[in-house]
């Protein structure tokens, strides 16, 4: 099973990044896909989800209307499109998948933001 993340950087107040996430050895249309996110000293904390086939998605609080998250099942991959990035949307990101008890984790990629 492997999660690749790529994606992360440096990007200034504003500005826009968009996460990939491909996905292999497990049956990538069965599984809820999530993208969390940890920052230096906190926890790590689930940015948004998506639902097995497509079926809907769920954001946090902070990042509804800016985030959106969506799925290529064709090409076993996530995305998460970042938008009006603040500084409090510095972590790094990863990418999940979820299918009862099996969570799959991949390595990470650092989103920075700053002037």
């Known amino acids: 099973v492997q999660l690749v993340e790529s994606g992360g950087g440096l990007v200034q107040p504003g500005g826009s990044l968009t996460l990939s996430c491909v996905a292999s050895g497990f049956t990538f249309s069965t599984h809820v896909m999530a993208w969390f996110r940890q920052a230096p000293g906190k926890e790590r904390e689930l940015v948004a989800r998506i639902y097995s086939g497509g079926s809907g998605t769920y954001y946090e609080n902070s990042v509804k209307g800016r985030f959106r998250m969506s799925r290529d099942i064709a090409q076993s991959t996530v995305y998460l499109q970042m938008n009006r990035l603040n500084p409090d949307d510095t972590a790094v990101y990863y990418c999940?998948?979820?299918?009862?008890?099996?969570?799959?984790w991949g390595q990470g990629t650092q989103v920075t933001v700053s002037s």
């Open positions: 999940n998948a979820i299918r009862g008890s099996a969570s799959y």
